[in-house]
């Protein structure tokens, strides 16, 4: 494992890129664990599959697999994508992976958060609680050891000093119950060279994750964010985006900006259907029930090289999402997949890939 830097990233001048910012290339952790992954993980390995080759259309992707799996993921995934071999204990690479942060010098190093699966949602969880350093181990990039239990779902920033997340995450006592959020600002300023933090109060509904910001909203430019929106008073995420609209237009960024709020319309809402439960004989913790509702947003797509992945859910509202993203995303390609598979694991595009910013180790 790499030597922790003693020092802090915003010290040393560092700071996490926005997404839109050019990317070296995409990570992703290959699907396999039973009691999250129906049938034996082989159609959320086709879904994983189908992601990994949009976005390698684009810019490099790696995929980190484990050893029993290789051949398996080798015969599916085209042969530019690079395989990493290591073990995991999920796929949600955006959530275990390092959070990259770079310089005005183009060098780039990595934060290594805490991780305990999402406030002990399965476990065990020890491998992946070393994705992060293995990730920077490959890319030789110094790496800092954050003390703060964060997945990198929970924040977004706009790469000039501002960061969105909710409360119902970061303040959850399931992370980090001995900090304030006073203390868990201070951890994100040092670690991203940010200034302002924008609090949303609670996330998507039936999110497992305690409201991950990147199902319920994302800066799509710098003064510009899009929302998760509802328009059924009878549905309980109405009160939740409304609650979210109103802090955000009361809102101002880093650079004293007003933020404009992107409506992007909810899908669904969706259900788990008896054919998509899963049976945990295995004695896993996690649950997967008939009828649950799933945690579908438009807002979990992934921005890369020239590109825009977004999650096709429902066909009553896919076209109308592709057209806002398109208009939001001039210059880009907007590529939408089916990924409902990826879904009934908890999570979508977003969740499953982390960006490598454009830069050189140092």
Not at 90 to 98: A, E, K, Q
Not at 106 to 134: C, H, M, Q, T
Not at 214 to 242: E, H, K, M
Request: charged share 25%; aromatic share 8%; proline share 8%.
């Amino acid at each position: 494992m790499t030597d922790t830097l003693p020092s802090l990233p915003t010290a040393d001048g560092f700071r996490m890129p926005a997404e839109w910012e050019p990317h070296d290339g995409t990570w992703m952790i290959w699907p396999e664990r039973p009691d999250n992954w129906r049938e034996g993980a082989v159609p959320a390995q086709a879904a994983f599959t189908a992601v990994a080759s949009a976005i390698a259309r684009f810019e490099p992707v790696s995929m980190l697999v484990t050893a029993a799996q290789w051949q398996n993921a080798r015969a599916q995934l085209p042969p530019h994508i690079r395989l990493v071999e290591a073990l995991s204990d999920d796929s949600w690479c955006r959530d275990s992976g390092p959070t990259f942060v770079s310089d005005a010098e183009g060098r780039l190093r990595g934060v290594d958060w805490e991780f305990n699966a999402w406030g002990g949602l399965y476990s065990p969880y020890d491998n992946d609680r070393l994705i992060a350093a293995k990730v920077l181990e490959t890319e030789r990039a110094p790496r800092y050891a954050a003390p703060l239990v964060l997945e990198g779902g929970s924040i977004h920033v706009d790469g000039e000093g501002t960061l969105l997340t909710t409360e119902e995450c970061l303040l959850n006592p399931n992370r980090n119950p001995d900090l304030s959020r006073e203390e868990i600002e201070q951890h994100l300023k040092d670690h991203l060279g940010v200034s302002t933090i924008l609090w949303l109060g609670a996330g998507l509904v039936d999110d497992e994750t305690s409201g991950h910001i990147d199902n319920i909203a994302c800066f799509v430019r710098p003064g510009v964010i899009a929302l998760t929106w509802c328009d059924d008073p009878a549905d309980p995420q109405y009160a939740i985006s409304r609650d979210a609209f109103d802090r955000l237009s009361g809102a101002r960024d880093a650079k004293g900006r007003a933020i404009e709020v992107v409506k992007l319309p909810l899908p669904g809402p969706l259900f788990r259907t008896p054919e998509e439960a899963i049976d945990l004989t295995s004695g896993g913790t996690m649950t997967r029930q008939v009828g649950e509702r799933l945690g579908g947003s438009y807002v979990n797509f992934y921005v890369g090289n020239g590109f825009v992945l977004m999650p096709a859910l429902d066909p009553a509202h896919d076209g109308e999402a592709a057209e806002i993203l398109a208009r939001l995303f001039p210059g880009r390609e907007v590529v939408a997949l089916p990924t409902r598979e990826i879904l009934l694991g908890g999570g979508n595009i977003h969740c499953i890939t982390q960006q490598q910013p454009a830069g050189r180790p140092g």
